[in-house]
């Protein structure tokens, strides 16, 4: 037998077609990800996964524009919304083992927020 999803209740409908008519679509322009990052931290949740993923592909198009500077930025931003201290070399260990051993997939962002880290702070040595 296939598994079939969950229903959604009438309340849980009701209360997102709301939201949905009191906010309506999310427009997302050209630098949507970069803007809700810099402009509106306070509503991203730690816990939730694809808030998570919102802050790490953020930190990565910055990267990927070649914008290192605004890419540290918002790595600390994003270690700061994590909870997690800024990357030392000998800090990562530690980092992982004892701050955020959550859960698995919340620690493998944080590896890769310090691997993006590492990479623009060696990226702003070799252009300095």
Same mark, same amino acid.
């Given at each position: 037998?296939?598994?079939? $999803?969950?229903?959604?209740?009438?309340?849980?409908?009701?209360?997102? $077609?709301? =939201?949905?008519?009191?906010? &309506?679509?999310?427009?997302? %322009?050209?630098?949507? @990800? =970069?803007?809700?990052?810099?402009?509106?931290?306070?509503?991203?949740?730690?816990? %939730?996964? %694809?808030? $998570? *993923?919102? @802050?790490?592909?953020? /930190?990565?198009?910055?990267?990927?524009?070649?914008?290192?500077?605004? /890419? +540290? *930025? +918002? #790595? $600390?931003?994003?270690?700061?919304?994590? &909870?997690?201290?800024?990357?030392?070399?000998?800090?990562?260990?530690?980092?992982?083992?004892?701050?955020?051993?959550? %859960?698995?997939?919340?620690?493998?962002? #944080?590896?890769?927020?310090?691997?993006?880290?590492?990479?623009? @702070?060696?990226? @702003?040595?070799?252009?300095?």
């Amino acid at each position: 037998m296939a598994k079939t $999803r969950k229903p959604q209740s009438d309340q849980e409908y009701a209360a997102q $077609r709301d =939201l949905f008519h009191s906010k &309506g679509p999310q427009l997302n %322009t050209q630098d949507w @990800l =970069l803007e809700r990052v810099l402009q509106d931290a306070d509503s991203i949740d730690p816990e %939730t996964k %694809t808030d $998570r *993923v919102v @802050l790490l592909q953020a /930190c990565e198009k910055a990267y990927y524009q070649q914008d290192y500077e605004l /890419c +540290l *930025v +918002l #790595v $600390r931003k994003a270690e700061a919304i994590l &909870g997690v201290e800024p990357f030392s070399e000998h800090s990562l260990d530690e980092d992982i083992q004892k701050k955020v051993k959550k %859960t698995a997939k919340l620690e493998r962002h #944080v590896v890769e927020l310090h691997k993006l880290e590492e990479r623009c @702070l060696h990226r @702003l040595k070799e252009s300095a």
